[in-house]
Nanobody
Framework: QVQLVESGGGLVQAGGSLRLSCAASGRTSSIYYVSWFRQAPGKEREFVATLSWSGARALYAESDQGRFTISKDNVKNTINLQMNSLNPDDTAVYYC????????????????????WGQGTQVTVSS
């Protein structure tokens, strides 16, 4: 079992930054990828970014590339999402998810591959 707990959400003005963290615990040795997804009101949950547990490989949604950076803190076992130049369209509940079977990194865009999900953290960007 893997437990995931997100933190770092909040209210920020357009153009601002936030740093989200996903703390992983339990059988973390079984994790291959940890990813961030988000779900805006009235919309489907969508892929944001993924990082291999080794930290070696990352993949971003095209809309986020250049503004968001995913990284891993090996001491704290957290996967962080640094979000810059935020705009109101980034308003959503952000979830982290862990995959414990090997897959090609491109497959990590798809939600059905994930075994574990966090409870989510709200990000609100005001205009």
């Amino acid at each position: 079992q893997v437990q995931l707990v997100e933190s770092g959400g909040g209210l920020v003005q357009a153009g601002g930054s936030l740093r989200l963290s996903c703390a992983a615990s339990g059988r973390t040795s079984s994790i291959y990828y940890v990813s961030w997804f988000r779900q805006a009101p009235g919309k489907e949950r969508e892929f944001v970014a993924t990082l291999s547990w080794s930290g070696a490989r990352a993949l971003y949604a095209e809309s986020d590339q250049g503004r968001f950076t995913i990284s891993k803190d090996n001491v704290k076992n957290t996967i962080n999402l640094q979000m810059n130049s935020l705009n109101p369209d980034d308003t959503a509940v952000y979830y982290c998810a862990a995959e414990t079977d090997w897959n090609y990194i491109e497959s990590m865009r798809l939600q059905h591959f994930y075994d574990y999900w966090g409870q989510g953290t709200q990000v609100t960007v005001s205009s």
